[in-house]
């Protein structure tokens, strides 16, 4: 058994650690321009969102790898859809209506975004959320021009 030094000094805690601040950083860049725009949710509510995401992925494989044997399969759309329900819930709450007007909706569907791309920096896919982070920029900003 592994004391908890070695733990710390790990490899896997080395990459894994990684992981989480690409999605920090990646959700963090959604967040800085919802923050500049002076939107419900900022930058340290997507950070956070990117950072939970990312860490539920990670244990997920973990969890696999640890417990799945021919009789048990561990199924990993089962946290995917608890992430999402959980962001649903974040986004809902970002979500008003006033006097018969909608207020929100891209900021929910920007801490959607972030937990998407923790999920993306959970399993090591950091090329596919710059290109998501790069098209999210896209849309609120160049986008909104167009408006």
Not at 64 to 93: K, M, N, Q, W, Y
Request: glycine share 12%; aromatic share 4%; with cysteine.
């Amino acid at each position: 058994m592994e004391s908890f030094l070695d733990t710390l000094v790990s490899p896997m805690l080395m990459e894994q650690t990684g992981q989480l601040v690409v999605a920090a950083l990646l959700a963090g860049v959604v967040g800085y321009e919802r923050e500049r725009k002076e939107q419900e949710a900022g930058l340290r509510t997507h950070m956070l969102v990117g950072i939970g995401a990312c860490l539920f992925t990670l244990l997920m494989t973990l969890l696999i790898d640890r417990f799945e044997t021919d009789d048990i399969r561990a199924d990993p759309i089962r946290v995917v859809e608890a992430i999402t329900s959980g962001i649903a819930f974040l986004a809902a709450g970002a979500i008003i209506q006033a006097r018969g007007e909608v207020k929100g909706l891209t900021t929910g569907a920007t801490l959607w975004v972030a937990g998407a791309l923790g999920l993306a920096a959970g399993l090591g896919e950091y090329g596919l959320g710059v290109v998501a982070v790069l098209l999210t920029l896209v849309i609120l900003r160049i986008l909104k021009l167009l408006e």
